[in-house]
């Protein structure tokens, strides 16, 4: 498929926009959602199915992702969230990254966060377990304001 292809195909698969600062997946488990919930504020999920279309991300965003997979490194990052972030206009637009994990699997404790934030050159900004506690959402909360405060003060929001 040519470059030109590629740029079109992507376009009719990403017509659902988003302005919101935070995007985040969550698997039919709905334990990143359930957080997500806790912590409020203007949020958006990026579909549960592949074959749903993606959202088009018109704002700087922290992206919030479970790691799959289990102690097994392969198929850490969903594929959904592979599929936003394949779209150049979202990678663009990435600013930081949240992971969320479960404890039990050692090593590979939020290892999607890791992987996205390498590939996409932005900090991993917290973890929590699971569903996280009332704890991880007040620092979560905190630590979002304190960093959006500090990228709007050094120009990186563009």
């Known amino acids: 498929m040519s470059a030109v292809a590629a740029e079109a195909a ?13 995007i985040y997946f969550s698997s039919a488990s709905d334990n990143t959602h359930r957080f997500m919930m806790k912590l409020g504020g203007d949020v958006a999920r990026l579909p549960i199915f ?15 992702l479970p790691t799959y997979g289990g102690e097994n490194r392969l198929g850490a990052v969903p594929k959904q969230v592979i599929k936003f ?8 637009l990435i600013r930081g990254v949240i992971g969320a994990g479960n404890t039990n699997f050692g090593e590979t404790y939020c290892l999607a966060g890791d992987i996205v934030a390498e590939k996409c050159h ?3 900004l917290y973890r929590f377990e699971l569903m996280g506690t009332s704890e991880d959402v007040d620092r979560v909360r905190e630590g979002l304001e304190e960093f959006w405060t500090r990228l709007s003060q050094t120009k990186k929001l563009l």
């Not at 992507?10 to 600062?21: F, Q």
């Not at 592949?50 to 919030?64: M, R």
């Not at 972030?85 to 663009?92: H, I, P, S």
């Open 10 to 22: 992507v376009g009719e698969i990403t017509s659902r926009t988003t302005s919101s600062r935070l």
């Open 50 to 64: 592949t074959y749903e279309e993606t959202l088009l991300a018109q704002e700087p965003f922290v992206l919030v």
């Open 85 to 92: 972030l394949n779209v150049e206009q979202n990678r663009k």
């Open 122 to 124: 932005v900090q991993h």
